[in-house]
């Protein structure tokens, strides 16, 4: 029997609370000023972004498909696997998600993002920007990362996971951590409108000394780039698997 909608949304709001808190806090453990795990390097946020997808997953898929990305509820409705009326719905769960988590990431380094001097560190425990300030790098990253995570999460829920759910949850953790550690140096790999847009959001208004801009003008490529990326990856998936 399937959940009523709000118990659906309402996991994907905790699911991506969880997605944002163990990503983004892996950013801010490993890069901030005064915390004790900062210099750890980017196979520390790896890591905590593979679990940080993977754990939710585990706990939600059985409830709501545990999407906790608008661009993958965007794409499987476009291919018809999901009803268009939930789609509003359930975006707004993952967005208000992405807040909640960002918040309490914020609430546990609060201190550290006050002791930190410099205003990109700060950014990046919030959002994403492309090294380079190239929007074109920007946007080809995004598309590319999402279009190979989406791919992923299907194809190993759907072949590993017939074998062992256990296997698929593993390969999904394996595979976030993958595209951290490997495409993740260009923007960082936010692969996902909600973990971006909101938590930006926030850096914009929360007091933080020294944060700098919120980098409003490309916002746009991380919102637009993740969703074609979700397309084609959904898209590729269908075809093949």
């Known amino acids: 029997m399937t959940d009523p909608l709000w118990t659906r949304v309402l996991a994907e709001c905790v699911g991506t609370a969880i997605l944002v808190l163990f990503g983004n806090g892996a950013i801010a453990a490993s890069t901030l000023k005064g915390s004790k795990a900062r210099g750890a390097g980017w196979l520390n946020v790896a890591l905590g972004f593979g679990v940080a997808i993977g754990l939710p997953v585990m706990l939600f898929g059985g409830i709501s498909g545990a999407h906790l990305n608008p661009a993958i ?13 939930e789609v509003v719905p359930y975006i707004l769960g993952q967005l208000v998600g ?22 990109d560190t700060i950014f990046g425990a ?3 920007t492309d090294a380079n300030n190239s929007a074109l790098n920007y946007f080809i990253s995004e598309c590319v990362a999402t279009m190979l995570l989406v791919l992923g999460i ?14 698929g949850f593993i390969m999904i953790v394996a595979l976030v951590a993958a595209l951290i550690a490997s495409m993740g140096g260009p923007t960082g790999a936010g692969m996902n409108p909600a973990r971006d847009l909101m938590p930006r959001l926030l850096h914009q208004i929360l007091p933080i000394s020294h944060k700098g801009e ?6 746009w490529i991380p919102v637009v780039a993740p969703i074609v990326g979700a397309i084609l990856g959904y898209g590729i998936y269908t075809l093949f698997i």
């Not at 299907?154 to 296997?167: D, H, P």
């Open 214 to 219: 919120s980098h409003w003008a490309q916002a």
């Open 126 to 128: 919030f959002a994403t």
């Open 73 to 85: 509820t965007l794409a499987v409705a476009i291919f018809g696997q999901f009803s268009w009326a």
């Open 154 to 167: 299907f194809g190993s829920l759907n072949l590993a996971g017939k074998t062992s759910k256990a296997a």
């Open 98 to 119: 992405a807040a909640v988590g960002q918040l309490i990431v914020f609430a546990m380094y609060q201190p550290y993002f006050e002791q930190e001097e410099d205003a």
